[in-house]
């Protein structure tokens, strides 16, 4: 496989770079009969359009979805559900100084060393942009998931070393009239300010992002090799920028002793009571009926303003300095591609275990 899609029953395969003339996704396996129309995928693409927010890049896109095919008479009819999406606001131009240098902390490097060219305008594949593709397939699968009662609710964890502590699932659920994505009010003023000092030195930062999936049934995930938090973690870890994901108490289990991190179990009314939920809602690679919960860990904006030292095509020495519009900290824009990721792949776990059990 080249790489372009994911999911089995439910698979996505996105397609167009960053500066070519659109993007867009191909749903194969949508079950027919969902409601489904071009609000409903806009609704999605708004929460993580550029050119909002003080940690967001100034590139202006309206990114204005169009359903090509699989909807009819507001529902889909089980055949490929294409969505594309125009690009607006692309500045080329500014990519040409550094066209024969690779980007420290970009694909450029990788991309030339694996296919002999690149596409140096914005990154090509490799640009955030690809992620409009996963959040629209994720709007598709948001809605199959909700039918069933399913949420997803992601934010920002941390920025930096300011990390969010005092929120209820409440704030959560409006995370998106908030700029930062962060449920906690004191941390996000911290993190503004933190924001506004990086940027001001050129700079870029880091952070965590959290995405729960509340209401998910006991049963999903296929062992062995496709164990629901490797699915997980697989979905996250494919969007750019991301280096680490852990699941429930992730590394810290790590440091724990098994008294402190199993989730002991008692009956209550007829049901199982978990204690606790250090594994984040999946015990062998299947959901246990509580909430799944995975964090990832998402590395400073590559692009920043500093003179960097870098390498030409004809691998001499030279320095860098990089224009261009950027996020100061891409976390936030990540939150909508990090719950689409999630939902592609709890989709695909709920549809496979339709087959699993009577
Ligand atoms: C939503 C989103 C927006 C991004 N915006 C930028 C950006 O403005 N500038 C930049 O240099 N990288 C940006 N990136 C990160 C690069 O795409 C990413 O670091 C690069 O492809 C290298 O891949 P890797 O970090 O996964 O190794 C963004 C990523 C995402 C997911």
Redesign the pocket.
Known sequence: MAGNSFGNLFRLTSFGESHGIAVGAIVDGCPAGLELNEADIQAELDK?KPGSGIAG?KRKESDTVKILSGVFEGKTTGTPICMVVYNEDQQSAGYELVKDKF?P???DYTYFKKYGFYDYRG?GR???RE?VARVAAGAIAKKLLDNQGIKILGFVKAIGSIECKEFSEKDLEKIYENELRCPDAKAEEKMKELIKETKASGNSIGGIVEIRAVNVPAGLGEPVFEKLDSQIAGALMG????KGVEIGSGFNAARSFGSENNDQIIAEKGNAKFLSNNAGGILGGISTGQDIIARIAV?P???ILKKQKTISKSIENTEIEIAGR??VC?CP??VP?AEAMLALALVNALLEQKARKQ
């Open positions: 993580r890049t980007r902390g970009h694909a990154g490799s640009s955030g992620t969007i750019g920028a991301v590395k904006t590559p692009s950027h996020d891409i824009r990540i591609v």
